[in-house]
C-alpha cells in the first residue's frame, strides 16, 4: 500500500491560486496513475486530474484551470489550481492505482490508495 501525504491546501479569496502537493512512499514512475479528487460537503467525491508518472499523460475533469504535474526526484505529484472559484471549495485527497486503464477509469472505487486530504475553501 502507497502512503500518500497531501499538503498545500487553505484558505483563498476567488481568483485566487494554489499548489497542492502528494507525497508518495515509493519511487512514483513504478505507479500508473496518480490522482486528486475532491469531495464537498453533500456531494460524491469526484476526480479533479490524473497523471500517469510512467508516461506523462493526463486526464482533467475541466480544462484550463487545473494543471497536474509530477516530480519523479521528489516522488511528488502536485495540482496547481488558478482562478479559484467558491464552488472548488472541498477536500482535496490524492489517490493511486496501479489497474489497467486507469486515466479511464477515474472513480473512486477506481482508486485504492489514499492520502488524507487537504482543505481548500474559497471565499467570494
Known amino acids: 500500500q502507497v502512503q500518500l501525504v497531501e499538503s498545500g491546501g487553505g484558505s483563498v479569496q476567488a481568483g485566487g491560486s494554489l499548489r497542492l502537493s502528494c507525497a508518495a512512499s515509493e519511487y512514483i514512475y513504478r505507479i500508473n496513475c496518480m490522482g486528486w479528487f475532491r469531495q464537498a460537503p453533500g456531494k460524491e467525491r469526484e476526480a479533479v486530474a490524473i497523471?500517469?508518472?510512467?508516461?506523462?499523460s493526463t486526464y482533467y475533469a475541466d480544462e484550463g484551470r487545473f494543471t497536474i504535474s509530477q516530480d519523479n526526484a521528489k516522488n511528488t505529484v502536485y495540482l496547481k489550481m488558478n482562478s479559484l472559484k467558491p464552488e472548488d471549495t472541498a477536500m482535496y485527497y490524492c489517490a493511486v492505482t496501479n489497474r489497467p486503464l486507469c486515466l479511464l477509469r477515474h472513480r473512486e472505487a477506481d482508486f485504492p490508495d489514499w492520502g488524507q486530504g487537504t482543505q481548500v475553501t474559497v471565499s467570494s
Open positions: 497523471i500517469s508518472p510512467r508516461s506523462g
